[in-house]
């Protein structure tokens, strides 16, 4: 079984976040939320409700997520090729993992093209 450190790292991957984001939504430095997802800090109620703030989930869910149970319900439906295998649940999660995804990769996409702005402003358009 894992511990609830484990699922938040877990978590975080596979919403495609990483340290340096949790931290910064987290208001703490990535050296402090690392050591969160180590165990090496202890982690208090209050900071575990604004993790799952972050990832947009009940606390009790946070706790209770099984990710190999989702992944093993997406197995079981890519091998058998049946929709009827997966929960709604199940279905839901996943969309909201893939929706998490895409709104990250807009905003990493927003930012790029804010730096590259930045760097043209400063240096003129090199192409």
């Known amino acids: 079984m894992k511990n609830v450190e484990e699922k938040i790292r877990n978590i975080r991957e596979l919403k495609n976040y990483t340290q ?39 606390v009790s869910d946070l706790v209770a997520y099984d990710t190999q149970g989702i992944f093993n319900s997406f197995n079981t439906i890519k091998e058998s090729n049946i929709n009827s295998n997966i929960t709604k649940s199940d279905e839901e999660t996943l969309k909201k993992l893939y929706e998490d995804k895409i709104i990250l990769l807009e905003k990493l996409l927003h930012n790029s093209e804010k730096e590259l702005k930045i760097y043209r402003d400063r240096f003129g358009d090199l192409m």
């Open 20 to 58: 340096e984001y949790m931290a910064e939504q987290l208001g703490m430095t990535q050296a402090a939320y690392s050591k969160i997802e180590n165990g090496s800090t202890r982690l208090t109620m209050s900071k575990l409700e604004d993790i799952a703030k972050v990832f947009e989930m009940d």
